[in-house]
């Protein structure tokens, strides 16, 4: 599965709906999704992009707990 997972067409989870960040989730998947990397490596990249960018606090911290909880729902279904 690549960075992506089954979005479905051109990259987005809804084909009307192409937003700008799509960008640069593509050129990210481009440049290193081959790469294999820790959740340990994911969190300091996100703790170093936060100290160099304070105003993104919240959106990284929203998107790491959406990340820490994504089989939360499969937990519960059991």
Do not use: C, H, S
């Amino acid at each position: 599965m690549g960075l992506t997972g089954d979005r479905g067409w051109e990259g987005t989870a809804y084909p009307d709906r192409m937003y700008f960040t799509d960008r640069g989730i593509e050129e990210l998947e481009k440049r290193r999704g081959e790469e294999e990397v820790t959740f340990e490596w994911l969190a300091e990249q996100l703790r170093t992009f936060v100290d160099l960018n304070p105003d993104f606090e919240v959106p990284v911290e929203r998107l790491a707990t959406w990340l820490a909880r994504l089989d939360d729902d499969e937990d519960d279904d059991e």
